[in-house]
């Protein structure tokens, strides 16, 4: 369920609801509802209360933007006309009049709304770096001898060129797949990577590369293929752009 929350009458001390459900994308909104609003009192104005809609899973990349939506209703949830004043205590992010947030620098950031003495709870974002080259760490070869049941972890790391300096970037994300052989049957597959499966998105920690290591597997009891090739690529969170260094690829060679 999406995250709830109050910003009532009561000003900045005002206690949220959560709820919460999966989303993969920060196109994917939270709304913070109201509640019990007819016994509420109202701004000159006749404000209520807050409405704020907010991504369920605030995690933007530095030169990401994205926009909170406020509306002000009064006790029986009708909208008001009113001035909604926005701010940003922290150097991380920037948010201007019409609520639109801009990452700036790596962190955590808040973003409050407020019209007349209604304050609504801070909004909390993460800001990670923004990828800008996917590299394939290692050999892109790799032979499994008989009586592996494994390669060692396919490692790829995500670098950022930030200020001069190419760092890691931690809270990326990884896909990887199986390109070859292709199995029409995903029951009857020869290989599998880690977690049993032919395709996968990991997050890449600290070091840029994922906190979860992926192996190429041999699946007991059917014969391995000759050969076999996972493929890496990786986009960012905003955009549909792949990262530069994505369609890289690791070639398997099984010994049977």
Do not use: K
């Amino acid at each position: 369920m999406p995250r709830r929350a109050n910003a009532e009458r009561d000003g900045p001390t005002a206690r949220p609801t959560t709820r919460r459900r999966d989303a993969r994308r920060l196109g994917t909104l939270a709304l913070l509802l109201v509640a019990g609003c007819s016994n509420l009192s109202e701004t000159d104005s006749g404000v209520a209360t807050l409405q704020l809609l907010t991504p369920i899973q605030p995690t933007l990349q530095v030169g990401d933007t994205t926009r909170i939506i406020a509306r002000a209703l009064d006790n029986s949830g009708e909208d008001v006309s009113a001035t909604i004043e926005w701010r940003a205590p922290d150097s991380t992010l920037t948010v201007d009049s019409t609520g639109l947030v801009t990452a700036d620098s790596v962190g955590t950031g808040r973003v409050q709304a407020r019209s007349e003495s209604l304050i609504s709870n801070f909004i909390t974002f993460t800001i990670v770096l923004r990828p800008d080259t996917l590299v394939l760490v290692g050999s892109s070869t790799i032979q499994v001898p008989v009586g592996q049941d494994s390669t060692p972890a396919l490692v790829a790391r995500l670098d950022s060129h930030h200020l001069g300096d190419t760092l890691p970037a931690s809270g990326g994300t990884i896909i990887y797949q199986i390109v070859d052989p292709v199995f029409p049957d995903p029951s009857l597959r020869s290989v599998e990577l880690t977690g049993q499966v032919l395709i996968d998105t990991v997050t890449t920690g600290g070091a840029g590369t994922p906190i979860t290591p992926v192996q190429l597997w041999r699946v007991m009891g059917l014969p391995s293929p000759d050969s076999a090739i996972v493929e890496i690529r990786a986009t960012r969170f905003q955009g549909t752009e792949a990262v530069p260094g994505s369609g890289q690829r690791f070639i398997v060679h099984f010994e049977n």
